[in-house]
Nanobody, 122 residues
Framework: QVQLAQSGGGLVQAGGSLTLSCTAS????????MGWFRQVPGKEREFVAA???????YYGDSVKGRFTISRDNAEQKGYLHLGSLQPEDTAVYFC????????????????WGQGTQVTVSS
């Protein structure tokens, strides 16, 4: 079992930036892929970014060029840096991890963080 604990998030003005963190415990994260998703009320969970255990990155079209995913395997942490934030980026952000899957389908990730609210004011 992998437990994921998120930190970061909050209120930021449009054009600003934030960094979200995701800390793993229970098992070492080294060989797990990590993903980030976001969700607003009434909508499905949206793929934001993913990173393989070796550091290959993938991004959703809506965040490409603005957000950066990274990881520190030694520290058992994953990060999502949110840059050039816009009001439409307002959502609850979730980190996820999986042993075998890296991609945009939230149903295929086994482990999830608790979620953290990001609110972007105009």
């Amino acid at each position: 079992q992998v437990q994921l604990a998120q930190s970061g998030g909050g209120l930021v003005q449009a054009g600003g930036s934030l960094t979200l963190s995701c800390t793993a415990s229970g098992r070492t994260l080294d060989k797990y892929a990590m993903g980030w998703f976001r969700q607003v009320p009434g909508k499905e969970r949206e793929f934001v970014a993913a990173i393989t255990w070796s550091g290959v990155e993938y991004y959703g079209d809506s965040v490409k060029g603005r957000f950066t995913i990274s990881r520190d395997n030694a520290e058992q942490k994953g990060y999502l840096h949110l840059g050039s934030l816009q009001p439409e980026d307002t959502a609850v952000y979730f980190c996820a991890a999986d042993w075998a899957y890296v991609g945009y389908d939230p149903e295929k990730y086994d482990y999830w963080g608790q979620g953290t609210q990001v609110t972007v004011s105009s």
